[in-house]
């Protein structure tokens, strides 16, 4: 079955400094992994896909994503964190279903703090 | 109204009650999803509708039960329920339900049950 590992349940950055959230994979078939970010009394909002057409994903806020198989791996990256970023952020990896059709696999989800 | 709503955004209610979450998607999709979201736990997948027909039922108590009269509407029908059902529901659409394509996702509807 497919699933998600999200290593760290909370990373504090400073303003400015480079944002690094990891994800791991687990998967018997290439996977279609997504990246959303969930604001304080929201839904989750799409910020990134990798659909195997290229490795370096770039998505929504100057957000990008790299796919490395060797490493089973899809961090997720932006140089210069700002105040607007803080927010949970969640790896997914879609998964068939038991009789039809496909669903997300959801990670526990990173907590983004930034500090001034 | 655009992408996806959820109705009410805040819940309330006892354990002898019964109410019913709204969800509407103006997406054009065919898929819809319902979510928990509880403190400290992964999203867990309830149930799953694909062209109005329930694909999946992932395990959920009888006190929760889901409708999808169309591809537009879904709702979810509490009653009796306890207080470890205290959470954050969320609906998504997608296209299709296939495997390549996101999901998106309402605000979701706070329900405490006292």
């Known amino acids: 079955a497919q699933s998600v590992t999200q290593l760290g349940s909370h990373v504090s950055v400073s303003e400015g400094a480079l944002v690094l959230l990891r994800c791991n994979y687990s998967?018997?078939?290439?996977?279609?992994l997504f990246w959303y970010v969930q604001y304080p009394n929201q839904g989750l909002q799409l910020l990134l896909k990798?659909?195997?057409?290229?490795?370096l994903v770039k998505g929504i806020n100057g957000f990008e994503a790299e796919f490395k198989k060797s490493e089973t791996s899809f961090h997720l990256t932006k140089p210069s964190a700002h105040m607007s970023d803080a927010a949970e952020y969640f790896c997914?990896?879609?998964?068939?279903?038991?009789?039809?059709?496909?669903?997300?696999?959801f990670g526990k989800g990173t907590s983004l703090l930034v500090t001034p | 109204e655009t992408g996806v709503t959820q109705t009410p955004r805040h819940l309330v209610m006892g354990m002898t009650n019964k109410k019913s979450l709204k969800c509407e998607q103006h997406?054009?999709?065919?898929?819809m999803y319902w979510y928990k979201q509880s403190a400290k736990k992964p999203l867990e997948l309830m149930f799953v509708?694909?062209?109005?027909?329930?694909?999946e039922n992932n395990s959920v108590p009888s006190r929760f039960s889901p409708e999808c009269p169309n591809s537009s509407h879904l709702f979810l029908h509490l009653h009796t329920l306890q207080p470890e059902d205290s959470a954050l529901y969320l609906c998504a659409s997608s296209q299709d339900g296939l495997e390549m394509n996101e999901q998106f996702f309402g605000p979701g509807t706070r329900l405490t049950v006292l």
């Open positions: 997406l054009g999709h065919n898929a």
């Open positions: 509708y694909n062209f109005k027909e329930q694909t």
């Open positions: 997914a990896v879609s998964g068939p279903l038991a009789n039809s059709g496909y669903a997300l696999n």
């Open positions: 990798y659909t195997s057409a290229a490795t």
């Open positions: 998967s018997s078939v290439p996977p279609y």
